[in-house]
């Protein structure tokens, strides 16, 4: 628990709490509403029909896991250069209790950005706002296993790669790759046969929907199975995290 609330701190400084909330909002209330006239309605799950606004609102709501995933990844490189993860080390702290602190810290941070997100959003999301014990369930679903994919994908990308520098490049390059492959801005259906194909491998895209689903009570049968692979990839992706991790040399 210290150092849950130890990386909590660490990573609650005004540059990234701007970056996180902004961001996803920038999306919901400038592009949402700015195009909210050019694009036509859309059919979410069950046939129910919502403006663009909407359907891009809910999505951004979701980016906030990507955010909080990145923060996991740079907390593991900050504290490698400052020599900070020898010295956890040497004191009362295990490998496991490190990597499992990063991951407590990240989901509390994704998910309360989540929720602050949303109630930013509120006033957007609101008027279609159908809550239900199984919606609410799989929005908890959807934002705890896209915590767990991103955070576990920072992590082991952090290990990998040698300096700070690059791993802020090729991060920031992968958050783009799965923001623009994704259903957050559009339904991966109307897609290219060619993103159709990447939005399929994409945990953002299943993160996003089941968060729709939920939301807007539009749940189909697809919905069970897109939180199968979404927790598949979890696991999987946190497996990598974990054997990467203990590759470390102290």
């Known amino acids: 628990m210290r150092l849950v609330y130890r990386n909590i701190r660490a990573n609650l400084d005004r540059a990234s709490l701007f970056f996180e909330l902004i961001f996803p909002l920038f999306f919901i209330f400038v592009q949402g509403f700015g195009l909210n006239g050019i694009v036509p309605p859309f059919n979410v799950g069950n046939g129910r029909v919502i403006s663009y606004s909407l359907f891009l609102a809910a999505g951004a709501v979701t980016l906030t896991v990507i955010n909080g995933g990145t923060n996991a ?95 802020q490049i090729v991060s ?9 492959t994704s259903s957050v801005f559009f339904p991966a259906s109307a897609a290219p046969s060619a993103i159709q194909a990447a939005s399929l491998a994409n945990p953002l895209t299943y993160t996003t929907d089941i968060f729709r689903a939920g939301l807007f009570n539009a749940v189909t049968p697809t919905v069970s199975l897109e939180l199968g692979v979404l927790a598949i990839e979890a696991v999987a992706m946190f497996v990598i995290a974990v054997f990467a991790f203990h590759r470390i040399r102290v």
């Open 73 to 167: 990844g740079t907390q593991l490189w900050f504290d490698r250069k400052n020599g900070m993860f020898e010295q956890l080390l040497m004191g009362p702290f295990t490998r496991a209790q490190y990597i499992l602190s990063i991951i407590f810290a990240t989901l509390i941070i994704g998910v309360a950005g989540s929720l602050l997100v949303f109630g930013f959003a509120f006033p957007v999301l609101g008027a279609s706002f159908a809550p239900t014990w199984e919606g609410a369930l799989l929005i908890a679903g959807a934002l705890f296993l896209g915590t767990i994919f991103f955070g576990a994908f920072a992590i082991a990308l952090s290990v990998v790669l040698k300096s700070s520098e690059t791993f």
């Open 172 to 180: 920031t390059f992968a958050f783009f790759i799965f923001l623009f």
